[in-house]
């Protein structure tokens, strides 16, 4: 079954970038969506088909994706950016979606 | 405005059976896939199922095929899950999350309902 892999935890000062992987086997041949889910809160929807933002989210989130990591990047990160932060994809070979292991973001 | 309402969740004995409905409004439903994921207590996001817009295609997590059902009612704007056979570790927060085809992304999400499988 397909797996993907995420660190567990990323912390990051105010102002600067954290950068969230999520690693799979040839992840960059698929399309890969990333959620942002705070304490006690839905999912929200990021970053889909690798890049593209949602309306809404600011232009500080962004991704990418090649081999076997896809990336999300939170520039000049802020307070409220504090959650955590799950990759996706849709596994055609066992017909199901994957959700990563999830990291969380710790504003210091 | 878009809105999805979970309900049915509640507590059950292993084995026991729920039927989770979620409500639909603000966008036609018949015209989107549906899914059901869920969050154990402390854990990741786990996808259970997909029903595509006309109900032709419909996908399971390996770990509930068999015991789990997902259907929806266009005419009634609702998805529903039934889910028999409970095991303990089904324990979790569904939630009914709406996309288009899969690969599409999970765009708009319910607030969830919390089903507890214990003795």
């Known amino acids: 079954s397909y797996v993907l892999t995420q660190p567990p935890s990323v912390s990051v000062a105010p ?10 086997d040839n992840i960059g041949s698929k399309s890969v969506h990333w959620y942002q889910q705070e304490p006690g ?5 990021v970053m889909y088909f690798d890049s593209d933002r949602p309306s809404g989210i600011p232009e500080r989130f962004s991704g990418s994706n090649s081999g076997n990591t896809a990336t999300l990047a939170i520039s000049r990160v802020e307070a409220g950016d504090e959650a955590d932060y799950y990759c996706q994809v849709w596994d055609n070979d066992g017909a199901r979606y994957v959700f990563g292991t999830g990291t969380k973001v710790t504003v210091l | 405005e878009v809105q999805l309402v979970e309900s049915g969740g509640g507590l ?6 729920l039927r989770l409905s979620c409500a639909a409004s603000g966008f036609t439903l018949s015209s989107k896939g549906m899914n059901w994921v869920r969050q154990a207590p402390g854990k990741g996001l786990e996808w259970v199922s997909y029903i595509s817009s006309s109900s ?3 996908y399971y997590l390996d770990s509930v095929e068999g015991r789990f059902t997902i259907s929806r009612d266009n005419a009634e704007n609702s998805v529903y899950l039934q889910m028999n056979s409970l095991r303990a570790e089904d324990t979790a927060v569904y939630y009914c999350a709406r996309s288009g085809m899969t690969p599409r992304p999970f765009d708009y999400w319910g607030q969830g309902t919390l089903v507890t499988v214990s003795s």
């Open chain 1, 15 to 24: 102002g600067k970038t954290a950068t969230i992987t999520c690693g799979g």
């Open chain 2, 12 to 17: 059950v004995q292993p084995g026991g059976s």
């Open chain 2, 56 to 58: 032709s295609t419909i």
């Open chain 1, 41 to 45: 809160q839905a999912p929200v929807l």
